[in-house]
T-cell receptor, first 115, second 111 residues
Framework: GAVVSQHPSRVICKSGTSVKIECRSL??????MFWYRQFPKQSLMLMAT?????????EQGVEKDKFLINHASLTLSTLTVTSAHPEDSSFYIC???????????FGPGTRLTVT | GDSVTQMEGPVTLSEEAFLTINCTYT??????LFWYVQYPGEGLQLLLK?????DKGSNKGFEATYRKETTSFHLEKGSVQVSDSAVYFC??????????FGGGTRVLVKP
């Protein structure tokens, strides 16, 4: 149990376009999901907390207009990178928090390359 | 604030060697502590956890003991395999039930 999927696993897009990444909890409902960004050979940086039915909470320094988060259902959160630029190239990982344990389960990640 | 510090890698070992990865955390309350493993090209998987002082988490031959007196949660395995090659992250629960991660330690096990 407690499986989280992400789609796509890899995406290449051109500079200036937008890309949507999906995060799904497959066998449990998650009112809260998290989005992380991981730079090569570095740790995970929390970008935002996604709350079902309400606005996401962004960490300091993360541009909310650039990284749009939507958590429209208890099993799906999406991250849209708008007007992507090469510096947005990274590995994006989501996690879903299972209740009542509050344990986080991580998706396999999405590698975004902006050319 | 909440932080986690772990030893920098890479750590290169021969198969069947003993592995230790040090991890210390800031002592704000008594947070739950975790070790996650990330295999190449994949997301994070929970390896083990401990929720209170003196708890020992264990899984797949790995162990870590929650040491309140030294604010540490060092990861150990007595005999590593090539398949243990991965990046290991120490983490603690932070405010708002978020996770704060250490910088990660890359482990390479050679046959």
């Amino acid at each position: 149990g407690a499986v989280v999927s992400q789609h796509p696993s890899r995406v290449i897009c051109k500079s200036g376009t937008s890309v949507k990444i999906e995060c799904r909890s497959l066998d449990f409902q998650a009112t809260t999901m998290f989005w992380y960004r991981q730079f090569p050979k570095q740790s995970l940086m929390l970008m935002a907390t996604s709350n079902e039915g309400s606005k996401a909470t962004y960490e300091q320094g993360v541009e909310k207009d650039k990284f749009l988060i939507n958590h429209a259902s208890l099993t799906l959160s999406t991250l849209t990178v708008t007007s992507a630029h090469p510096e947005d190239s990274s590995f994006y990982i989501c996690s879903a928090r299972q209740e009542p344990t509050y344990e986080q389960y991580f998706g396999p990640g999405t590698r975004l390359t902006v050319t | 604030g909440d932080s986690v510090t772990q030893m920098e890698g890479p750590v290169t070992l021969s198969e069947e060697a003993f592995l230790t990865i040090n991890c210390t955390y800031t002592a704000t309350g008594y947070p739950s502590l975790f070790w996650y493993v990330q295999y190449p090209g994949e997301g994070l998987q929970l390896l083990l956890k401990a929720t209170k002082a003196d708890d020992k988490g264990s899984n797949k031959g790995f162990e870590a003991t929650y040491r309140k007196e030294t604010t540490s949660f060092h990861l150990e395995k007595g005999s590593v395999q090539v398949s243990d090659s991965a990046v290991y992250f120490c983490a603690r629960k932070a405010a708002g039930n978020k996770l704060t991660f250490g910088g990660g330690t890359r482990v390479l096990v050679k046959p």
